[in-house]
């Protein structure tokens, strides 16, 4: 199988490199050379690989293309762009939907939407796809864990939730930040920080198929530091403005 990535960015070369360290099988992958630096950094650590300046080269050579440029690129360039009724196309792009790929795309091809996300460059982290597709989920299953997502409008929500990566990012740094200020050298803090966050979110993974209202109840010492925690982030309304801003990414992504 030939794979090809139209926009050699962020996302792109974190799949690429989960692909390249997986079982899965493949002969070539093309890739932009827009963004040339990160586009010269896979083909030096990986074989197989081949850069193009002409994305329509990169459609003709593939199986299944990629697209993985940011929405305002690919209103520019997708219409452009002639496929064959036997490729995959898989977008990762936020905004454009399934109807309106179908209308730029014309030809009769597979069309995937999915949202792999940075770690996926570890081959850790979920992969929501949309229509559900069997040779995309077993795909995305070598590199991730695929949820399959039956309607559009459901998937959009996993989009909303899908921007809250860096505000996590965020919180991380601000508690790393916060113990620096109080003398911990930066590269404890961070340790600290990063593995208890990690210890965390495998505990909740062991448990999620429990309410994770346990999780919280659980770690939870009755007058101690966490119940504490909790009230006060909880009085503060924070867990209020969580919603709120998952609200206001969905109407944004909800056309
Ligand atoms: N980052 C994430 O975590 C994530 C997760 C899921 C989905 N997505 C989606 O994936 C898409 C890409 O996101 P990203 O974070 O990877 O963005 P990014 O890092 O900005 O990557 C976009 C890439 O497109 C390239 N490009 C621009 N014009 C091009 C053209 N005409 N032909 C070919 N390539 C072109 C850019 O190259 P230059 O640098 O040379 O301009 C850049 O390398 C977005 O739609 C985003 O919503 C991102």
Not at 132 to 159: A, H, R, Y
Not at 162 to 188: N, Q, T
Not at 213 to 238: A, C, D, H, R
Request: hydrophobic share 35%.
């Amino acid at each position: 199988m030939k794979l090809g990535f139209i926009g050699t960015g962020k996302i792109a070369s974190s799949v690429i490199t989960g692909v390249c360290g997986s079982s899965i099988k493949y002969s070539k992958i093309f890739i932009s050379f827009r963004n040339n630096k990160i586009a010269k950094g896979l083909k030096k650590k990986f074989k197989k690989i081949s850069i193009e300046k002409d994305n329509q080269k990169i459609v003709d050579n593939s199986n299944w293309i990629f697209l993985a440029v940011t929405p305002t690129v690919g209103e520019k360039i997708i219409k452009k762009l002639k496929f064959k009724s036997n490729q995959t196309v898989v977008s990762f792009i936020s905004t454009i939907t399934i109807p309106e790929l179908k209308k730029m795309i014309k030809t009769k091809v597979d069309i995937v939407r999915a949202i792999p996300l940075p770690p996926i460059s570890l081959k850790k982290g979920p992969v929501p796809i949309c229509p559900p597709n069997k040779k995309v989920k077993n795909f995305f299953d070598k590199i991730g864990s695929t949820v399959q997502i039956k309607n559009e409008k459901l998937s959009i929500n996993f989009w909303s939730t899908s921007g809250m990566m860096a505000s996590y990012y965020e919180l991380l740094k601000v508690m790393s930040g916060w113990l620096v200020k109080r003398g911990i050298k930066r590269s404890d803090a961070q340790k600290y920080i990063t593995t208890l966050f990690l210890a965390l979110s495998e505990d909740a993974v062991v448990n999620s198929k429990k309410d994770l209202k346990y999780l919280v109840k659980e770690s939870q010492t009755p007058k101690g530091l966490n119940e504490q925690g909790l009230k006060e982030m909880n009085k503060k309304g924070v867990y209020k403005s969580l919603i709120k801003t998952l609200n206001s990414i969905h109407k944004r992504l909800n056309k």
